[in-house]
Structures are given as structure tokens and as C-alpha cells.
Nanobody, 123 residues
Framework: QVLLEESGGGLVQAGGSLRLSCAAS????????VGWFRQAPGKEREFVAA????????NYGDSVRGRFTISRDNAKNVAYLQMNSLEPEDTAVYYC????????????????WGQGTQVTVSS
């Protein structure tokens, strides 16, 4: 019921900032919990952040808490990931995901995924 497309990735120096966008279509955006995940070469997929249906609650992975901020604008059908104080360890493909079930919040289970966008942080 929802299609997702990430954008905003690129190359940035350590200490810099980048904002990723997740544009949703073919669905009612406010019905979905939105999450961000990342996967680096040779590494397992890692949870980054999540935001609930109306943005009142957020959750972050330990490695990004305090540096990254997830937000959403349901009127525009867009979710964002603001990334500050980037480190080389943040280099990965970043994926947006969405799911209407509360299990996405508590168990990281998402039915819908975008194609990913590459983020590279140079030292």
C-alpha cells in the first residue's frame, strides 16, 4: 500500500552533516511507522531510527542517539533522517522502511522498503 524512495545520500567529511529523505506514495502515510536502517559492506543490517504514526515518539539505535534525528511530515508524505557529527563508521547504504503494525516499533518488523541511498563519510 506504500512505495518508498530514499534520496539525499552522498559523500561528506567526518564531522559534517547530511539529511536523507524518504518519499512515500500510493498510501496514506500517517498509517505507517517509519524506520531507517543501514548496512555497511560485510556487516549485518543495523537499526538506526524509527518514528511512530504522527511523530510523537521516536527511537534510536545506540550508535546514533544524540547525533541523528528522525522526523516526518505527513502532509508531504516525507520522512527525514538528519545526520550530524558524521563519522566514518556511519558509512553504509541507508534504507527507509514502513509498516502499519505496532510490531515494527517493538520488533523492527517492516513490510515495505526503499531501494537505499549510499552515505560515505571520509576521515
Amino acid at each position: 500500500q506504500v512505495l518508498l524512495e530514499e534520496s539525499g545520500g552522498g559523500l561528506v567529511q567526518a564531522g559534517g552533516s547530511l539529511r536523507l529523505s524518504c518519499a512515500a506514495s500510493a498510501g496514506i502515510f500517517s498509517r505507517y511507522i517509519v524506520g531507517w536502517f543501514r548496512q555497511a559492506p560485510g556487516k549485518e543490517r543495523e537499526f538506526v531510527a524509527a518514528i511512530n504514526w504522527y511523530g510523537g515518539n521516536t527511537n534510536y539505535g545506540d550508535s546514533v542517539r544524540g547525533r541523528f534525528t528522525i522526523s516526518r511530515d505527513n502532509a508531504k508524505n516525507v520522512a527525514y533522517l538528519q545526520m550530524n557529527s558524521l563519522e566514518p563508521e556511519d558509512t553504509a547504504v541507508y534504507y527507509c522502511a514502513a509498516d502499519a503494525s505496532a510490531r515494527a516499533w517493538s520488533h523492527y518488523e517492516y513490510a515495505h522498503w526503499g531501494q537505499g541511498t549510499q552515505v560515505t563519510v571520509s576521515s
